[in-house]
């Protein structure tokens, strides 16, 4: 399975979207646009990020930039696993 595939999984599992993240883009926005992503979202989809692809995310390497759309999102996960 490629990366943006398992991150549209997760996120698809994580905020309970019941099969929607699948018509997710790059450019989709995701904090403030969907409802289900909340504070504690966020920390429940770090959480799972981090045990399904091994990395850990420090405190100071999240702002809301991240989660601004999609394509933010990925390009997080790939720094993450490439660093």
Do not use: C, N, Q, W
Not at 7 to 25: M, N, P, T
Not at 57 to 83: M, N, P, Q, R, Y
């Amino acid at each position: 399975m490629e990366i943006g595939d398992e991150v549209v999984e997760i996120l698809d599992e994580v905020l309970s979207l019941k099969g929607r993240a699948s018509e997710f883009r790059l450019d989709t926005p995701l904090l403030g646009a969907i409802p289900e992503l909340d504070s504690m979202a966020v920390v429940a989809l770090i959480t799972t990020l981090e045990e399904r692809f091994g990395f850990v995310v420090e405190d100071d390497e999240i702002d809301g930039t991240v989660f601004a759309t999609l394509g933010s999102l990925l390009d997080f996960v790939h720094g993450k696993l490439v660093a």
